[in-house]
């Protein structure tokens, strides 16, 4: 069974400041893993995903990730926040084993404001 | 390419109505899904195909059936709604090669039970 905690369903920064959105999984087998972001009234759309090669991953729009196993952890971040980047962040794990349908159970999503 | 497309965008249903969500692909993917997504709980997985022909149960499968008789297509069905299936209903479609292939989602389909 895998499953995702996102703590912190509403984050806000100031225009310019680090963002940093947290994501934990739980997994009994190695997995993939993936940060989307969702603007208004749209669909989800992939900022970037984990497939086991290197571990600091970097995604669209200046974003980042870093896998680490130790702490399960899977965190977005971006040095400077845009006011375009305001919009919902899911982080999702899927399994990575061969054969497997590789469905995605997505964490319940961070709200991030970026304040003028 | 037009992607994932969903068919309606938006439908208002009374209890006990029935109705069907299409959900179309043209990047010819063998994996395709349903996905609802309520407040405070990310999506969660209806069902899905791995190919032409197959379906399978996702998380919450209860109250909803699909079909999938094309490969570019994935129909989601809901036999009698209930005001508890008032989501927005989210398609995503995967290809089979290459390692975690991402999945695209369609637009999303507003739906009301009353």
């Known amino acids: 069974a895998q499953s995702v905690t996102q703590l912190g369903s509403h984050v806000s920064v100031s225009e310019g400041a680090l963002v940093l959105l947290r994501c934990n999984y739980s997994s009994s087998v190695p997995p993939y893993l993936f940060w989307y972001v969702q603007y208004p009234n749209q669909g989800l759309q992939l900022l970037l995903k984990?497939?086991?090669?290197?571990?600091l991953v970097k995604g669209i729009n200046g974003f980042e990730a870093e896998f680490k196993k130790s702490e399960t952890s899977f965190h977005l971040t971006k040095p400077s926040a845009h006011m375009s980047d305001a919009a919902e962040y899911f982080c999702a794990v899927s399994d990575s084993r061969s054969g497997s349908a590789r469905q995605l159970t997505f964490g319940s999503g961070t709200q991030l404001t970026v304040l003028p | 390419n037009a992607g994932v497309t969903q068919t309606p965008k938006f439908r208002v249903l009374k209890t006990g109505q029935s109705m069907t969500l299409l959900c179309a692909q043209d990047m010819n993917h063998e994996y395709m899904y349903w996905y609802r997504q309520d407040p405070g709980m990310g999506l969660r997985l209806i069902h899905y195909s791995v190919g032409e022909g197959t379906t399978a149960k996702g998380e919450v499968p209860d109250g909803y059936n699909v079909s999938r008789l094309k490969k570019q297509n994935f129909l989601l069905g809901l036999e009698s709604a209930a005001p508890s299936q008032t989501s927005v209903y989210f398609c995503a479609s995967r290809g089979s090669s290459g390692r975690a292939r991402e999945q695209f989602f369609g637009p999303g389909t507003r739906l009301t039970v009353l």
């Open positions: 984990y497939t086991s090669a290197a571990t």
